[in-house]
């Protein structure tokens, strides 16, 4: 069984910041990419952000000025620093991960967080 919990999501100002995190946790063999989607009220859900398990990311290019995806493999944990928030950024934030669980050979398959809520007051 593996989880992904979020934390670090609020309510800021536009123009404010914040720090998102996302650590995963249980029967974990190995992650690949780890990255963070959102969604805002009635739109689809958007890439935001991807890093590789080397440290390569890959971001929405609308973002990318004012968002950084980084991790801490060790900790199995992926970040989300976001600056200069704007209230069009607000949105569930899901972390998710290519993780494989269990036993050597069992498939890469991508797990999910339950969201955190960012809000952003203009």
């Known amino acids: 069984q593996v989880q992904l919990v979020e934390s670090g999501g609020g309510l800021v100002q536009a123009g404010g910041s914040l720090r998102l995190s996302c650590a995963a946790s249980g029967n974990i063999r190995s992650i690949n990419n780890m990255g963070w989607s959102r969604q805002a009220p009635g739109k689809q859900r958007e890439l935001v952000a991807s890093i590789s398990n080397g440290g390569s990311t890959n971001y929405a290019d609308s973002l990318k000025d004012r968002f950084t995806i980084s991790r801490d493999n060790a900790k199995n944990t992926v970040y989300l620093q976001t600056i200069s928030l704007k209230p069009e950024d607000t949105a569930v934030y899901y972390c998710?991960?290519?993780?494989?669980?269990?036993?050597?050979?069992?498939?890469?398959?991508?797990?999910w967080g339950q969201g955190t809520q960012v809000t952003v007051s203009s």
């Open positions: 998710w991960g290519s993780i494989a669980s269990g036993v050597s050979g069992t498939p890469f398959r991508n797990y």
